[in-house]
Structure formats: C-alpha cells, structure tokens
C-alpha cells in the first residue's frame, strides 16, 4: 500500500521558515518523481514544486521560486520542501505526492494527508 506521510507544518509570522518532510512507504521511491502541491482554503490545488529522481532538476511554480527548496533522500524514502521568507499567501494544506504527466504539473495518482501551513502575524 502507498503511502506518504507529511509532517513539520505548522504556525509561523510572515518572513518565517519551515521544512516539511514527507516519508514515503508500499513503493520504490527512487523510481518516482515527486512533488508538492497546496490547496488554500476555497481554492484549487496549485502546483508547488517537482523533484527528479536523482534530484538533478527541480522545478517550481513562480510564486515560490526563490523562496522554496525542493530535496529528497532516496536511502530514507523522505522528501523535503525548506521554505522560508514565508507570506500569508503561502498558508495552505500542503501535501506530498508520487508524480505523473508533465513534470511542472499537479498531476500524481498518490497522495499524503497533508501537513497544515498557516502564516499570520
């Protein structure tokens, strides 16, 4: 069974930072691109971030480029997102996800149950 745990969300002021991690399980990892993406409250899944599978591209969506870091560890099944400079703008239920279709997409056929983010001063 897939399976994909996110963690490390949480409350932070505006120009804060977090890390999330998200491990993964019931599959092998380093044959999948991964990514992340959000959903704020009354909207629709945005785009994040890609990971390659040996993490030779990354690609992010261009309001967090700049600001949001993308990373994996194949040998512990973990995938990261290192945010900082953190705006209201980027409260959101985040969730990890195994990657399909085009890699700058917000297309996967698994996904985790998300880790809050909320930022408000």
């Known amino acids: 069974e897939v399976q994909l745990v996110e963690s490390g969300g949480g409350m932070v002021q505006p120009g804060g930072s977090l890390r999330l991690s998200c491990v993964a399980s019931g599959f092998t990892f380093s044959l999948y691109s991964m990514r992340w993406v959000r959903q704020a409250p009354g909207k629709g899944p945005e785009w994040v971030s890609s990971?390659?599978?040996?993490?030779?591209?990354?690609s992010y969506a261009d309001s967090v480029k700049g600001r949001f870091t993308v990373s994996r560890d194949n040998a512990k099944n973990t995938l990261f997102l290192q945010m900082s400079s953190l705006k209201s703008d980027d409260t959101a239920r985040y969730y990890c996800a195994r990657a399909t279709g085009r890699f700058d997409s917000n297309d996967y056929d698994y996904r985790g149950q998300g880790t809050q983010v909320t930022v408000s001063s």
């Open positions: 990971i390659s599978i040996t993490c030779r591209t990354t």
